[in-house]
């Protein structure tokens, strides 16, 4: 069996990517680093608040450069998902 026929068939498998699914994607990897989000393969990984916080600068820094280039949705979804992250690295600070 060659490889070409698995590349296409993960290739199809994936969806079309847009802003949206991009920092639905980052932030639920710093879900998964804050221990809020299981892994994709199940384990249970180890809380790593630097890499939350790497993932939620980078979120910030998409918000500071995409102003005024988003829809309303986008635009309401990055904010949200900054808030709700912020508030999750908190209050994993205490744990």
Do not use: C
């Amino acid at each position: 069996m060659s490889d070409a026929g698995s590349d296409a068939e993960a290739t199809q498998a994936l969806a079309p990517i847009d802003f949206s699914t991009h920092i639905l994607s980052l932030a639920s990897s710093a879900l998964v680093a804050l221990g809020a989000l299981p892994s994709p393969s199940g384990e249970e990984v180890p809380v790593d608040r630097e890499t939350a916080r790497h993932l939620i600068d980078v979120l910030a820094m998409l918000e500071i450069k995409t102003k005024g280039n988003l829809d309303d949705s986008e635009h309401k979804l990055l904010a949200s998902l900054l808030y709700d992250l912020r508030v999750a690295f908190v209050d994993a600070g205490r744990k």
